[in-house]
């Protein structure tokens, strides 16, 4: 069975940082791209960023560039989502999603696996 599971999550002070796991099993992620998404209470989920099936292209929101980072961890099977100079507005769930494809997906409705979230709140 395919599974994706996120980790990572947690509360942490604005300005802080968070390191989010995507892992996945029964299938290796080499050659998937790996989207990370965030859904805040009320708001539509929207994409953060992603890496290609190749490792070698990533994009980010605007929201997010330059704060968030997204990377391979071949040895773990998983992909990391490093994020710093957080802001109450990260706030959201977040989720991975993998799609079999060289390059990124244009829309989330192009990704087949999809993990169950996993929450980031930002609070003093």
């Known amino acids: 069975q395919l599974q994706l599971v996120e980790s990572g999550g947690g509360l942490v002070q604005p300005g802080g940082s968070l390191t989010l796991s995507c892992a996945a099993s029964?299938?290796?992620?080499?050659?998937?791209?790996i989207g990370w998404f965030r859904q805040a209470p009320g708001k539509e989920r929207e994409g953060v960023s992603c890496?290609?099936?190749?490792?070698?292209?990533?994009n980010y929101s605007d929201s997010v560039k330059g704060r968030f980072v997204v990377s391979r961890d071949n040895a773990k099977n998983a992909v990391v989502l490093q994020m710093s100079s957080l802001r109450p507005e990260d706030t959201a769930v977040y989720y991975c999603?993998?799609?079999?494809?060289?390059?990124?997906?244009?829309?989330?409705?192009?990704?087949?696996?999809w993990g169950q979230g996993t929450q980031v709140t930002v609070s003093s």
């Open positions: 999603a993998a799609e079999f494809s060289s390059w990124c997906p244009s829309n989330r409705g192009e990704y087949n696996y």
């Open positions: 029964g299938f290796t992620l080499d050659y998937y791209a």
């Open positions: 890496i290609s099936g190749s490792g070698i292209r990533t």
